[in-house]
């Protein structure tokens, strides 16, 4: 497939991994700036399908161009599924894995189950969204590990290791953005053919 899409991001690691993955599949990957777009909408949305479709749609009106936006976050069981939407904004990037494992602290092992969520909206040249998600079930450890990645890799636990010791190869297999961005390319398939 030869196609041609914007990232509504302001997360180079989110833009980094997407490339990775779609690249492979022939689809270009163009960030924001590359654009010419300029965008950070207030993400005052309930869930993370609406905020995926708040900053897909502000870079899609500046733009015109087919767009994409992931919405992510970490799912906690024992914290009523904080941070959640809330991820990005649960605490300073650097100091997010130490304020989630103080707020674990005496959480037992079998209640420490987690998932990342990754939705995204794409909007095609009509102006429609449309939504694709993946989820990645891991568990919180009981300290940070690992210096790959970004955000709450390095207590995010899924066969053994963190997502943090993870190549970003190994991550892309197993993580929630690689399955949403696998549906979203099956979803640009129907669209534009092979
Ligand atoms: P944009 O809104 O500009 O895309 P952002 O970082 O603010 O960038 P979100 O609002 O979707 O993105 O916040 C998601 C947060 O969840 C992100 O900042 C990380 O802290 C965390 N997160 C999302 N995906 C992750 C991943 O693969 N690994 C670790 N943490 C992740």
């Given at each position: 497939?030869?196609?041609?899409?914007?990232?509504?991001?302001?997360?180079?690691?989110?833009?980094?991994?997407?490339?990775?993955?779609?690249?492979?599949?022939?689809?270009?990957?163009?960030?924001?700036?590359?654009?010419?777009?300029?965008?950070?909408?207030?993400?005052?949305?309930?869930?993370?399908?609406?905020?995926?479709?708040?900053?897909?749609?502000?870079?899609?009106?500046?733009?015109?161009?087919?767009?994409?936006?992931?919405d992510s976050g970490l799912c906690?069981?024992?914290?009523?599924?904080?941070?959640?939407?809330?991820?990005?904004?649960?605490?300073?990037?650097?100091e997010r894995c130490a304020k989630?494992?103080?707020?674990?602290?005496?959480?037992?092992?079998?209640?420490?189950?987690?998932?990342?969520?990754?939705?995204?909206?794409?909007?095609?040249?009509?102006?429609?969204?449309?939504?694709?998600?993946?989820?990645?079930?891991?568990?919180?450890?009981?300290?940070?590990?690992?210096?790959?990645?970004?955000?709450?890799?390095?207590?995010?636990?899924?066969?053994?290791?963190?997502?943090a010791e993870m190549s970003s190869?190994?991550?892309?297999?197993?993580?929630?953005?690689?399955?949403?961005?696998?549906?979203?390319?099956?979803?640009?398939?129907?669209?534009?053919?092979?």
């Amino acid at each position: 497939m030869k196609l041609k899409l914007v990232m509504a991001t302001n997360n180079a690691n989110k833009l980094r991994e997407a490339r990775e993955l779609l690249s492979p599949l022939g689809i270009e990957v163009l960030s924001q700036r590359e654009a010419g777009a300029d965008c950070d909408p207030e993400e005052n949305g309930a869930t993370f399908e609406e905020n995926a479709q708040i900053k897909a749609r502000a870079v899609f009106d500046a733009v015109g161009l087919p767009v994409i936006a992931d919405d992510s976050g970490l799912c906690v069981d024992a914290l009523d599924g904080a941070p959640g939407v809330y991820s990005a904004r649960y605490a300073p990037e650097g100091e997010r894995c130490a304020k989630l494992l103080s707020n674990m602290e005496g959480v037992s092992d079998e209640k420490r189950t987690a998932r990342f969520v990754c939705a995204v909206c794409f909007i095609g040249e009509d102006g429609k969204a449309e939504f694709v998600r993946g989820e990645c079930e891991g568990v919180i450890g009981h300290e940070e590990r690992g210096t790959n990645g970004f955000g709450y890799d390095p207590v995010f636990v899924y066969g053994g290791r963190t997502l943090a010791e993870m190549s970003s190869d190994e991550k892309n297999k197993i993580s929630h953005r690689g399955a949403a961005m696998r549906s979203l390319y099956r979803l640009l398939k129907e669209r534009y053919g092979e």
